[in-house]
């Protein structure tokens, strides 16, 4: 038994006029006989668009009314070579059909012209994306490619975004000025920035900040030239990407490189470890150790200091760190990614979930620096945080401790010696290299991810890490004059770090 197929269903093809136009609907497709009258409407069993053919005398080949679910559209279907092209004329009621219409307005008008341009050989559909991407290319400033970038930034579900990325977004805007961030995106040249550049590095002294704006304008423009290649790739055109005005910086070297900014450093005496100088670190020592005893010192300070240098982390890290077990005391976090920095005494461990490079690490607490917690633990009450807020400051926004700038200038005027509270991690870096600790021991500790499979195969277990954390708090302690941890015995000087 065989079975027919399905007769195909005959083009609908009429003139066009502006009934016949408001009359067709997307559920039923009329049904027109050999003069052009509708006759019946069948249904529009496969739910898709349908077109009706324009038999007036006017009208170019291929010009008919496409009709969608929510849009009626003029489409262009004509033969180029050994191709079929497709065109978009234009949507109902933006051009319509009679002779009353304005030229620029009428559908057979405008079809014809644009059938002219098909027969001359023009990609028509790459002219209309290249005046669509031009004009829209015409309202776009400096201003909206900033806006764009931290839109994403913030909008990004992979990502927990940092105060600190924002707000340097923020100042590099402030620094630019409304004439720059309102220049057309399209329009900005690198001599504009040039202008910016030497006027806030070399007038003003301001080179890191010059440097830093230029590599934010950089960002956004690689931003954006990368959504433009996505949309391109899915429309199947060419993309028309905008001329990143601050590359030229970058490729002909006006910035500094990494090697350079170390060296500038040096010059200026800045982002030193405390170590570098013995007597230097032991005084830092005896005077924050001493501090902790002294009622007219900062306690806080002092304790503050002391857990970011032996545990080599960052300020931020050390000041939010929370009591494991008062977890549920603590802020809302605000973002799905984010978790929390806490203290578990019971199995004498930091762990840090909100780290720069988003890497969760944990960190063996030595006993020097177990002792201090302990007796924090008592200080603080029923607070969740290690280090509650201590300023009373009606403007203070933190919940927590935040920097210790009063003692941090009250311990550098005592010892004669200027630091940062990064150079406490600096020191604890200096420290594990005196030590001959390995390059991957000693970037687990600074939580420096190299990546690699090896990389993740060789770094050790919180175990393993416990006695090799008693051995850097040991050294650190052993520059003090009176070390007031227990002598324990110091056998690394000879241990070999496997």
Not at 221 to 246: C, V
Request: glycine share 4%.
């Amino acid at each position: 038994m065989t079975t027919k197929k399905a007769a195909k269903q005959p083009t609908p093809r009429t003139v066009l006029d502006k009934r016949t136009v408001a009359d067709c609907t997307f559920d039923a497709i009329p049904m027109f006989d050999s003069s052009g009258k509708q006759v019946s409407t069948v249904p529009n069993e496969a739910q898709k668009h349908y077109d009706i053919h324009d038999s007036h005398k006017d009208a170019p080949t291929g010009f008919r009314l496409r009709v969608n679910r929510s849009v009626k559209t003029f489409v262009l279907v004509q033969r180029v070579g050994a191709s079929v092209k497709t065109v978009t004329v234009g949507r109902h009621p933006d051009l319509l059909l009679g002779s009353g219409v304005a030229p620029d307005r009428n559908a057979r008008l405008v079809a014809a012209e644009l059938s002219s341009r098909l027969r001359r050989g023009e990609d028509v559909n790459q002219t209309k994306r290249a005046e669509r991407i031009a004009a829209r290319k015409s309202e776009v400033t400096l201003r909206v490619l900033f806006s764009r970038w931290m839109a994403d930034y913030v909008a990004s579900a992979k990502r927990d975004p940092r105060k600190n990325t924002i707000a340097a977004v923020e100042k590099a805007q402030q620094r630019l000025g409304d004439k720059l961030l309102d220049t057309p995106a399209d329009e900005l040249t690198w001599r504009d920035l040039e202008v910016f550049f030497v006027d806030k590095a070399t007038k003003r002294g301001h080179l890191t900040a010059a440097e830093q704006t230029i590599r934010w304008v950089s960002a956004v423009y690689n931003k954006e030239n990368h959504r433009i290649t996505l949309d391109a790739l899915q429309a199947k055109g060419q993309p028309n990407l905008y001329p990143n005005p601050a590359e030229i910086f970058i490729k002909t070297g006006a910035l500094r490189n990494n090697a350079e900014l170390e060296r500038d450093y040096d010059k200026k005496g800045v982002r030193r470890p405390l170590s570098g100088q013995r007597e230097h670190f032991q005084s830092w020592l005896d005077y924050v150790i001493a501090a902790r005893d002294d009622l007219n010192k900062s306690r806080t300070g002092a304790d503050y200091m002391l857990l970011t240098v032996v545990l080599g982390m960052r300020r931020n890290e050390t000041a939010g760190l929370l009591w494991n077990d008062r977890l549920s005391k603590a802020p809302d976090p605000g973002h799905a990614l984010r978790g929390h920095n806490f203290v578990d005494l019971d199995h004498a461990v930091v762990v840090l979930n909100v780290t720069k490079n988003r890497y969760a690490h944990r960190i063996p607490i030595p006993g020097f620096v177990l002792q201090i917690l302990k007796e924090r633990r008592l200080l603080v009450g029923d607070s969740p945080f290690v280090f509650p807020r201590v300023s009373r400051s009606k403007l203070a926004t933190s919940t927590h401790y935040n920097d210790p700038r009063s003692f941090l200038e009250e311990v550098k005027k005592a010892i004669k010696v200027n630091f940062s509270m990064h150079d406490l991690r600096r020191t604890f870096g200096n420290i594990v290299t005196e030590m001959g600790l390995p390059d991957r021991l000693a970037r687990q500790l600074l939580n420096h991810k190299s990546g690699g499979v090896v990389a993740r195969y060789a770094d050790q277990s919180l175990e393993q890490l416990r006695p090799v954390m008693e051995d850097v708090e040991d050294e650190m302690l052993a520059y003090a004059t009176n070390s007031p941890k227990p002598a324990r015995q110091r056998h690394f000087k000879t241990r070999t770090y496997a």
